[in-house]
């Protein structure tokens, strides 16, 4: 399974992109919502994306958005990883597309106990 990591630092990243290899995922990385539209475009085409909201060019928003117009991504599974916390943000995620919704700062039992829900992974933890 393959998994793009958004997110304008790099280090988060790194962080992210640690944590789903060591699930077992391939994963590339973009810097913004539009560098994520490109990669989307020249394939290959993920089954996972680990989303910041907030970032230069395109947000997450923005990018859940434009992904969810397109039919043949239509079975990319879509996390925000973020630090917006407030309630109407979180519905504003899932209200777009979104299927979980993370908030930083967060630990890599997290990330693996969403993917577990979402049937991302191929054991649940324990």
Known sequence: MHALVIDDSRAMRSILTRIVT???FTAAQAGN???ALDQLEQGPVPQLALIDWNMPVMNGLEFIVAVRKR???RDITLMMVTTESEHGQIVR???AGA???VIK???PD???EKLALLGLLQ???A
């Open 110 to 112: 997290a990330i693996e």
């Open 99 to 101: 299927h979980e919704y």
């Open 71 to 73: 039919p043949e991504w």
């Open 93 to 95: 995620a899932l209200a």
């Open 22 to 24: 060591g699930l077992g």
């Open 33 to 35: 919502g539009q560098e």
């Open 123 to 125: 054991e649940v933890p």
């Open 105 to 107: 700062p967060f630990t």
